[in-house]
């Protein structure tokens, strides 16, 4: 059965500006039958192959794409396996010559910074022993302090 689609777009996204040209190929990590690759703009099918042609790109262009990749098996092939691809996202801004191309990895990636927040407040925090200390207050006049230090060695 197919497994693991993914969208590769060339050029990378990060050179890619109004008006060029832009190719997304989709592939699969495995898939022993004969695959077919079919293409979805905001979740309508538009093209099919495993590669989509993206020329002159402007406004119309924004938006969602994926691939569905599926497959037939069996001996009279009537078992179908579909992979569908994480989302695409293409922005192009009208007057803008900047094409913005982010990958389906927001909502992993946000929930990973977090993560790491937590764990390093947690670490931080046991790492001082809690709460922090209260400020010391200033001797009053007459008071006597006192203070006793244990200096140890580690072998």
Not at 52 to 77: F, K, P
Request: aromatic share 6%; with cysteine.
């Amino acid at each position: 059965p197919v497994a693991n689609a993914t969208i590769t777009p060339s050029p990378p996204a990060h050179q890619v500006h109004a008006g060029d040209n832009m190719t997304l190929r989709c592939s699969v990590q495995v898939g022993s039958a004969t695959v077919t690759f079919t293409w979805l703009h905001n979740g309508k099918e538009v093209a099919r192959g495993p590669i989509l042609e993206l020329g002159d790109i402007d406004v119309g262009h924004s938006g969602t794409y994926q691939c569905v990749a599926s497959n037939q098996l069996g001996r009279d092939r009537h078992r179908v396996f579909r992979a569908l691809s994480p989302e695409l996202a293409l922005e192009v801004t009208p007057g803008s010559h900047w094409v913005t191309v982010a990958a389906g990895v927001g909502g992993s990636l946000l929930f990973l910074v977090l993560l790491m927040g937590v764990i390093l407040t947690w670490h931080w925090w046991h790492h001082l022993g809690g709460a922090p200390p209260e400020p010391l207050a200033l001797p009053e006049e007459g008071e006597v302090l006192y203070s006793h230090v244990v200096s140890t060695k580690q072998a």
